[in-house]
């Protein structure tokens, strides 16, 4: 099968039916925009009187473009396709397929549904549906009950004996009433009669093996749907009476039917209604509070109403992530019932609609998963930020920015981008090199006092002094501190406070020859301690100081003063020593062997005054210079 003269553009069904009966096939379909629906494709030929003119699926479909109620199955669309004809409704499936798999509060939630479409078509249509039965309900993907099965349906006044004997031989056996032929006067004195008893039929059937665990009076409403099947035609209730009912008087049928029917409701009853409505739905089930009222709760009526807005939709719209948040679904019913909801609503091009989904996006972007935030809410997102209106665009901005940190910004933002911004924060010091540095501290110190220790003391000729001046200052441990980062003004100031306390050059001149002398001293100090060291062997023979002795050297041990290290304090060494000339025999000296002498000028020649005198006078001056024969 394929989309060939289909009244919807893209329409795909599948090949394999869901069900296949006298008068139709039904198939699952996708529609170009990727919404599922459901196809009946009917027979061409039909026996029976009946089916003349019409076919039963072109009766039916003419049924469900008339009478419209939440509860009747939607209509869609209509076309013919060579000799067979196609109705398209909403996506459903047969009851008969589920009904096992539903609980009693969905079944009583269903019955509900069926009783309201069928008290419209009484009380507000004045048709008769004449064939109340399994198949001819069918359920959503949310599990909500659809009154179909049009084909039979007819005016009061057309309820006649010939309508209902051509009708008989095609509607279910268990829902005809036996006395049906017999009074065909008081059917037409009480019409709905015919629906009464099947309505029974249908209650029996779908409430069997069933407790009234989680439905109160179950078992009074099951005796009160013999009753419809046992009492005669003439006085057999009416199905309005029903909804009074204690079975459907329960606060969760309550709130469902409230919200099918809230296009109809006033402003005083939907304050009323949506101002307590979170309280009462914290008494149900969470799963099947989401599963039977989830697709009601984000309809279009109730987030778009202002009482709802405040009081109800930020407990629906914020799940549950811990005991004691106030959300009325945990994360996981969140997934599995409204995220497919919420999905569909973001594809709807509505402002208010729109904002209201953004407002909460930050509670619930945690629920979808990156192909459904990538390929469904980010193309929708971005055709926010085209808009004109400037709150939708604010609003979409920042749902793209809670969207970054998931998907990242190259999938949110697309194109090139580059690092323009660097990290301008200080470094961090670990611990490490703190604890690195005291080591080296530690360490420095240790070594110190080990050379210290280890000084020879023994030898004869060294006396305290003398080892006071043999020390060796070493060079200063590195501080635990930060010394290296001082500020620049630090520096600066310490720079320019050692500029000013300079002494003056000619009172340290005296200072200097004298530090000439002590350095001459140390170094003829030194030669003579390397000349008179012993080796460790002959150590050990020499005799020890007496412990007296070595507390006085302890105690007159001392290091040398750092302020000696002071650039003011350093000795220079004396400005009369200059330093050796290597190169001075090699000097040239220019010998003359014979003089040179140059002849007088006469008196009367002219000599400008600007001109050097360049007569030699005393040549015998520089007969002993020039290059001599010995070079030295």
């Excluded at 553009?9 to 006298?22: F, Q, R």
């Excluded at 009946?50 to 699926?57: A, D, E, G, M, R």
């Excluded at 987030?303 to 807005?309: F, G, H, N, P, V």
Aim: hydrophobic share 35%; aromatic share 8%.
């Amino acid at each position: 099968m394929g989309n060939e003269h289909s009244n919807l553009s893209g329409l795909e069904y599948d090949e394999k039916a869901i069900e296949v009966t006298d008068f139709w096939i039904h198939h699952s379909a996708t529609m170009g925009s990727g919404n599922y629906i459901s196809v009946f494709i009917g027979e061409p030929l039909i026996d029976g009187s009946l089916w003349w003119s019409q076919t039963p699926l072109e009766r039916a479909t003419k049924c469900l473009m008339l009478y419209r109620h939440p509860s009747i199955l939607k209509y869609i669309s209509s076309w013919h396709k060579g000799s067979k004809f196609y109705l398209a409704v909403e996506d459903v499936r047969p009851l008969s397929h589920t009904l096992s798999s539903q609980n009693t509060m969905q079944i009583c939630i269903g019955l509900h549904s069926i009783l309201k479409a069928l008290c419209f078509l009484h009380d507000h249509a004045k048709v008769a549906h004449n064939n109340i039965c399994v198949a001819s309900i069918y359920v959503t993907k949310e599990g909500n009950w659809r009154l179909g099965g049009m084909e039979y349906l007819c005016k009061f006044n057309e309820l006649t004996d010939e309508y209902l004997s051509k009708t008989r031989t095609h509607r279910y056996d268990k829902a005809v009433d036996p006395d049906e032929t017999k009074s065909s006067k008081e059917i037409k004195e009480n019409p709905t009669c015919i629906d009464s008893f099947a309505f029974g039929v249908l209650v029996t059937e779908v409430l069997s093996n069933r407790t009234d665990d989680d439905v109160p009076w179950l078992q009074d409403f099951g005796e009160c749907a013999s009753q419809l099947q046992n009492e005669p035609i003439i006085t057999r209730r009416k199905l309005t009476s029903l909804l009074e009912h204690q079975f459907f008087i329960h606060d969760f049928i309550m709130i469902h039917s409230f919200l099918t029917e809230l296009p109809l409701k006033t402003v005083e009853e939907k304050i009323s209604f949506f101002s307590s409505l979170h309280n009462k739905l914290r008494s149900f089930k969470e799963n099947v509070v989401a599963n039977q009222l989830g697709n009601l709760l984000l309809s279009r009526m109730v987030l778009l109403d202002k009482t709802a807005q405040l009081n109800l939709l930020p407990f629906v719209l914020c799940p549950r992530q811990s005991p004691t948040d106030l959300g009325l679904f945990a994360v996981d019913s969140f997934k599995q019932y409204l995220v497919p909801k919420i999905l569909q609503i973001f594809c709807v091009r509505d402002a208010q609609i729109r904002l209201l989904l953004l407002e909460y996006l930050h509670k619930y972007l945690w629920c979808f998963s990156q192909d459904e935030l990538q390929m469904q809410i980010l193309p929708e997102l971005l055709v926010g930020i085209k808009d004109t209106n400037d709150q939708l665009v604010a609003m979409t901005l920042k749902a793209l920015a809670d969207i970054v940190p998931i998907l990242g910004a190259a999938a949110v933002i697309g194109g090139k981008r580059a690092k323009l911004f660097n990290d301008g924060r200080p470094i961090t010091h670990t611990n490490n090199k703190y604890e690195r540095r005291r080591t080296n501290s530690r360490k420095s110190q240790t070594e110190f006092n080990i050379s210290r220790d280890t000084t020879n003391i023994n030898s004869p000729s060294n006396s305290v002094s003398e080892l006071n001046q043999r020390l060796v200052l070493l060079e200063r441990p590195s501080p635990d501190g930060e010394e290296d980062e001082t500020s620049n003004e630090d520096v600066e100031l310490s720079i320019e406070g050692d500029l000013d306390n300079w002494e003056d050059w000619d009172i340290n001149t005296e200072n200097n020859e004298s530090s000439v002398i002590t350095s001459h001293t140390e170094d003829r100090f030194t030669e003579e301690t390397q000349n008179t060291r012993v080796s460790p062997s002959e150590g050990l023979e020499q005799t020890p100081l007496d412990q007296e002795t070595t507390q006085t050297y302890t105690k007159k041990t001392t290091l040398p003063d750092v302020l000696e290290l002071d650039i003011k304090n350093q000795r220079h060494p004396s400005r009369d020593q200059e330093d050796f000339d290597f190169f001075q025999d090699m000097e040239p000296v220019i010998e003359t062997s014979k003089p040179f002498l140059i002849a007088p000028v006469d008196d009367h020649t002219f000599v400008p005054e600007n001109k050097l005198d360049m007569g030699i006078i005393e040549a015998d001056k520089h007969d002993e210079e020039g290059w001599g024969d010995d070079w030295d």
